[in-house]
């Protein structure tokens, strides 16, 4: 009997592996639009609605490329556009109103795709396909208004006309579009919108009860605006349009463009200090999106320059220190000791020691050991190749096939000269890059006798300080990307760091994700340890507390603890966030992790020297393990910092939140760089009681650390900026998009 039941199990698991790969197949198949596979398939038996671990469906797959045949077979055989994932919430009709693509949309809706939905038009609204729109409309989607609002408030004439063309508005909506569009002076629609019987109407009297709700609101991910327009209270997200609210109790709002919105409002002393914007998400779950009353505008008048020139001179470092890899020694990011200056202009020379022009797009950063700094790059044989940067979500990747030359670029510290340039490697690249990315984001490491460089798919290479290759070894295939479709990639950003007379990577990809230790003089693999994770982009941190030393790791699925001599695992944290890119900060014998991709956007101060799995229970947010922890208001691309007491998370779009580093109190929450829009990706950096952020559109705001915010200066590099400058030696590096700049005052650049 215990044979025939062995026999029996042995069946299933091979029959349960055998579907499991066709269902592979069959969504591989639908992402390439190959027909005659999809077709095979399903006479095969597989299931034409068969979900992956996120409930997307094959019939998502060829929507989102495109492929036309592929959808009509797969509805043919009963693909249901219906049908939500449960990441995203999201419908493959809602996927294909997204995409823009007219056909595959009047495909879906005449197998029954459910227009009803109020934000139907809105994923349609983002492809800006004004005739998606236009059909869409016609055929009973509900919301036009809504669009037509968004329209004139994005200035998109095209779809603003497209909506008025179509939709049966009434007499009131036509008004106060005509309003709108006479205040952004839109003349092609404002005659539309007269010709269709639009009036200039007198906005009545807001109540007073509404006023104490107007101003403008910040949240970890996106800004909000409320005002009274019409003697109804608006909002609008990010400078989008303005939605109206209605009053259902004395605090409680809801957006009925927004289905199942609700909106509660914080009165403190009669005063309005925030609000939360609940609404469904993915699996029937609420998302919650907490905001506060913004503080306004930075102040303008900065210190004086003049005073901070003559404190930046007088300062003389005794203790140069070297930045040996990602955010310097333990990618703490801090450099105290090293007087980098306040202030600078990089068009007017002031305090500008040098820039080399580095050619090729890079966001790997500088490291600085005693006299050389070395910079890592790769050059597109597309001329025209570039990365785009702002604050947008695009999940596509660049699709530049032309060789590629990476290569390693040593300087003189002084005047900024090359001192030595090698090749690693030309060729077509093995991985895509996300659009923000490029093929060159990881930072090298030395310990001033070896210097390793990380290329990604291209392989790790280990030179000495002449620039001699001492070894070369090929990582694999680091696909990472999308978790949503395994397919898109956006490129390999994690960097070396070394530890003792190794070299450590992490190379989590798509499948097969692990760690592996190398000897840094021959190059022989030392450890592997394999990880069931998905891409992330975090570098590891090694820290040593209580007698040991510990490799620690921010991923997806888990927090890690690893001997960095063995790769034996010590213990791990649950982190439950799909995309994570911040590296691990070790200060004040803790931890701190971070995380701002949804579901899951935790902040956490983890102590050392546990074992096994010390996840914290929802239910909790401390244990003798967990110092702390905010189970929202992580920040997404920097890393944080803990500098003097204090933990600092700059989101993408520059809001700053300043917590105690010891109790995970919050002491503020305000905007960088003073003022919406602003995006920021380089990690931030300290120095001498100095906070130093980087934009991505050219400027570097220098804060003073501490519980209150203070913006000390704005210093213009004017290039983009992407990689997270490096203090040394009175100097700070910082990489733009086409040069490396040395920044310091006189008496700092001639030592």
């Not at 809706?109 to 059909?135: K, M, P, Q």
Request: charged content about 20%; aromatic content about 10%.
């Amino acid at each position: 009997m215990r044979t025939l039941l062995t026999c029996l199990f042995s069946l299933l698991l091979i029959t349960t592996s055998f579907a499991g790969e066709q269902e592979e197949a069959f969504w591989n198949a639908a992402r390439n639009g190959d027909a005659k596979l999809i077709e095979k398939l399903l006479s095969d038996g597989v299931q034409v609605n068969s979900q992956n671990r996120y409930g997307v469906t094959a019939l998502s797959f060829a929507t989102d490329r495109g492929h036309v045949e592929a959808v009509k077979i797969l509805l043919k055989h009963g693909a249901d556009p219906n049908l939500k994932d449960s990441f995203y919430n999201a419908t493959p009709f809602l996927w294909a109103a997204s995409e823009g693509n007219l056909e595959i949309v009047r495909l879906m809706v005449e197998s029954g795709a459910d227009l009803s939905a109020a934000s139907t038009l809105g994923w349609a609204s983002s492809s800006g396909n004004a005739e998606v729109i236009r059909f869409l409309i016609e055929k009973g989607a509900p919301g036009a208004k809504g669009i037509l609002m968004r329209s004139i408030s994005n200035e998109d004439t095209a779809m603003a006309l497209a909506v008025m063309e179509t939709a049966k508005l009434e007499e009131g909506e036509l008004s106060e579009a005509l309003a709108e569009a006479t205040t952004k002076d839109l003349k092609a629609i404002v005659e539309k919108l007269v010709a269709m019987g639009a009036r200039e109407v007198v906005a009545p009297d807001a109540a007073p009860e509404l006023e104490k709700f107007t101003g403008d609101f910040e949240s970890d991910v996106v800004a909000a605006k409320l005002e009274i327009k019409n003697a109804k209270l608006m909002i609008s997200f990010g400078g989008g349009a303005a939605i109206a609210l209605e009053q259902k109790e004395e605090a409680i709002f809801t957006a009925p463009e927004v289905e199942g919105s609700l909106l509660t409002f914080t009165i403190t002393g009669g005063a309005v200090s925030g609000f939360t914007f609940e609404r469904p998400g993915p699996s029937g779950q609420t998302r919650t999106v907490t905001f506060a009353r913004s503080r306004g505008e930075a102040p303008h008048e900065l210190a004086d320059v003049s005073e901070l020139l003559k404190s930046d001179a007088s300062r003389s470092v005794e203790n140069p220190r070297n930045w040996p890899s990602f955010r310097g020694n333990g990618a703490s990011g801090v450099a105290d000791g090293q007087f980098p200056p306040t202030v600078w202009n990089a068009d007017e020379s002031l305090n500008l020691a040098w820039k080399t022009p580095i050619p090729g797009l890079a966001h790997a950063s500088p490291v600085v050991w005693q006299d050389r700094i070395f910079v890592a790059t790769a050059v597109s044989g597309d001329t025209s190749a570039e990365y785009r940067v702002g604050l947008y979500g695009d999940v596509d990747y660049v699709n530049d096939a032309s060789e590629h030359v990476w290569k390693l670029y040593c300087l003189n510290r002084t005047d900024g000269s090359v001192q030595w340039q090698k090749v690693a490697h030309k060729g077509v690249p093995r991985a895509k890059r996300h659009p923000k990315a490029t093929q060159a984001n990881s930072t090298p490491a030395t310990n001033g006798k070896y210097v390793v460089a990380l290329f990604g798919s291209e392989g790790l290479v280990c030179y000495d300080m002449d620039g001699e290759v001492q070894w070369q070894t090929d990582l694999g295939l680091l696909d990472a990307g999308w978790f949503y479709d395994e397919e898109i990639q956006w490129g390999h950003a994690s960097s070396p760091i070394v530890y003792k007379n190794s070299v450590i990577v992490q190379c989590d990809r798509s499948q097969d994700s692990y760690l592996a230790a190398f000897d840094l003089a021959s190059g022989e693999e030392l450890w592997r340890t394999k990880r069931e994770e998905i891409p992330s982009w975090g570098t590891p941190t090694v820290i040593s507390s209580k007698g040991r030393d510990e490799l620690v790791t921010n991923s997806s699925h888990f927090v890690y603890a690893y001997n960095p001599a063995t790769g034996e695992e010590f213990w791990r944290h649950k982190m439950n966030s799909e995309v994570v890119v911040a590296t691990p900060v070790f200060d004040n014998d803790m931890i701190y992790v971070t995380s701002g991709y949804p579901p899951s956007r935790p902040v956490m101060a983890i102590r050392p020297g546990g074992s096994g799995d010390i996840s914290l229970p929802d239910s909790l947010d401390a244990t003798e393990q967990v110092a702390w922890r905010h189970k929202r208001g992580g920040t997404y691309m920097p890393t944080p910092i803990a500098y003097q007491g204090y933990f600092y998370t700059c989101n993408n779009n520059g809001i700053l939140t300043c917590y105690d580093a010891i109790t995970g109190e919050q002491k503020y929450r305000a905007r960088v760089a003073g003022r919406a829009r602003t995006a920021f990706t380089a990690s931030p950096v300290a120095a001498d009681g100095k906070l130093y952020f980087a934009s991505e559109e050219g400027e570097v705001f220098v804060l003073r650390a501490g519980p209150e915010y203070e913006l000390i200066a704005k210093n213009p590099v004017n290039e983009i900026l992407m990689a997270t400058p490096a203090i040394s030696n009175g100097i700070i590096y910082i990489r733009g998009q086409h040069h490396l700049f040395a920044f310091g005052s006189q008496l700092a650049a001639a030592k």
